[in-house]
Every structure is written in C-alpha cells, then in structure tokens.
C-alpha cells in the first residue's frame, strides 16, 4: 500500500493488525490505546476511527517516523490524536506521564532482534502500570533462528498466538492489498504472566 503523494509504505504486518482491530471494532469505543513505532499508523487510524482514544508513538530519534504519524493523522482527519517521541528502553518523561491504556498496538516492531529487548523492556514497564492492558501486535517470520520466548519468560510476560484465520487475515488479499499473502505473518497478544487480563 503505496501512497505516491506522500511517499508512504504500510508493512504487510500493519494490514493484517489492521484486519484483527476491524474485526474487533465493537470492543473499540472509548478504549485507550497507544501505538508503538508506529510510522504510517494504519492500526492506530483504524483504532482512532473506531471510537478509540489513540495516542501514537515512535522513535524521539526518529522525527521523520513522527512526521510520518502527524501526517496520517491529517490525512485521516484525526488531527487530534497526539503523536509522541518514545524510544524502547529508554524511560523518559513523555513515557512516566502517559495517562492509562487499555491495548497497545505493535506491528513489524519485532524486526530486528538487537531490539527486542528494549521493546520488551517498554512493554513489561506500561504493562506493570497497566496490568489489565495487553500487547497486541504481528511481525513477518524472517528467520527460523529468532523467537521471543526467552524473552517472555525473562520479563514475566506470556503471550498468546492469535490464528489469522480466526480474523480472516489468512487471505492472499487483504484490504484490497496483496501483500499479506506472500509473507509468513503472525500475531499475538502479550500480557503480564500473573495478571488476569485474559
């Protein structure tokens, strides 16, 4: 999905997250929600669009990244939502003072596995003040040799595997885009291990 005008990709990882709030749209009114490296923002739009209270986020190292959300917002006519500079592992004031959240989105934030543990560092930290939150993101498969399971079980963390059958995000064609197909896509939902957000 190319916007030529403004020059923006969305990650075949950003449709199927897309798919699965569509699919769940009636759970979205009034909940708030912070996406995460959100670049284009496609899962926080729909969220937005949906009666959800969206708040985006992406790299403070980044300002191209949050140009890229501001602009999605415009373009959507969200020009309300609030976009702000968080880095993974790094807590900084814009991350201690965020207001409450129900559902953090993440799509493709799973790329580059020197990142893991940060994200996943930011993760247990919103989620400690958060308990009934949860993380709800996709990533493509790249390797065979990476798996965030250590990762977990170290911050007390479980996750759930979401079939993409299940939101019927297991088509060649998805939103009139034919790119989720020829990638290997998954999703879960991340929440503390001893809390009962189910």
Known sequence: VLDSQYGMYVWPCAV?????LWAHRRSLPGKRVLEIGAGVSLPG???????????LSDS?????????????CLMNHL???????????????????????DIILGSDVFFD?????????TIYFLLEK????????????RSADWSIEALLYKWKLKSIHVPLHSFGADKEHLASSSLPGRHTIEMMIIS????DGT
């Open 60 to 72: 403070e190292e980044l300002p191209q990244c949050l140009q890229s959300c501001r602009s999605s």
């Open 130 to 141: 958060n308990p009934h939150a949860q993380f709800w993101t996709t990533y493509q498969v």
């Open 113 to 121: 596995p020197k990142d893991f543990e940060d994200i996943l560092t």
């Open 79 to 101: 020009p309300h939502v609030p976009v702000l500079g968080l880095t993974w592992g790094r807590v900084s004031p814009e991350l201690l003072s965020l207001a409450p959240i």
């Open 16 to 20: 199927v997250l897309a798919q699965y």
């Open 45 to 55: 739009v729909v969220a937005a669009r949906c009666g959800s209270q969206v708040i």
């Open 192 to 195: 503390l291990a001893q809390s």
